[in-house]
């Protein structure tokens, strides 16, 4: 047997493949082939999924907000049914006839006016009473005033007498 030498003792690698690691086997593998097709459906199932559920969310969200506008207009119009008819109420105490009469007389001063007046005359008594004098009928005709005396004295003196005479 021919000697060899130290170096001829290591094993001979090939120039194109790696150095292998401890634990690693130097051979590579083939990487696997993911289909295309498939990975594509997979994303559009999967694109498809995530909308319709955001659609849904969305859907569900208006349905809520409508529910709740729908709530509170339902408590307004309550509250405002209670207010129409609190106001009613006023109205009929306001306008009832007791109340107005009542009103009448004690704020306004004002007095209702008899129903049916019915006076007796006799008129014996009215033709044995003497006819009223216009001076206590009428209180200016007792003391004229300044356009009366005014007129008389222009009568006075177209007639010739003056106003002292004729008194």
């Known amino acids: 047997m021919v000697p060899?030498?130290?170096?001829?003792?290591?094993?001979?690698?090939?120039?194109?493949?790696?150095?292998?690691?401890?634990?690693?086997?130097?051979?590579?593998?083939?990487?696997?082939?993911?289909?295309?097709?498939?990975?594509a459906l997979f994303l559009a199932a999967w694109v498809v999924v995530v909308g319709a559920a955001l659609l849904l969310l969305s859907r569900y969200d208006t349905i809520n907000r409508i529910s709740d506008q729908n709530a509170q207009a339902r408590q307004e119009v309550a509250h405002l049914a209670a207010e129409n008819q609190t106001l009613q109420q006023k109205i009929d105490e306001f306008s009832s006839p007791e109340r107005i009469y009542k009103l009448a007389t004690e704020k306004l001063h004002m007095?209702?006016?008899?129903?049916?007046?019915?006076?007796?005359?006799?008129?014996?008594?009215?033709?044995?009473?003497?006819?009223?004098?216009?001076?206590?009928?009428?209180?200016?005709?007792?003391h004229p005033g300044l356009w009366q005396r005014l007129v008389a004295w222009y009568d006075g003196l177209r007639s010739g007498r003056s106003v002292a005479q004729g008194r």
């Open 4 to 39: 060899m030498a130290a170096e001829s003792a290591a094993p001979q690698l090939a120039p194109s493949l790696p150095v292998p690691r401890s634990g690693v086997s130097a051979i590579p593998r083939p990487r696997p082939r993911v289909p295309v097709l498939e990975l």
């Open 111 to 142: 007095v209702a006016p008899a129903r049916l007046a019915v006076a007796q005359v006799d008129l014996s008594q009215l033709a044995q009473r003497p006819a009223p004098s216009l001076a206590a009928a009428n209180p200016a005709a007792a």
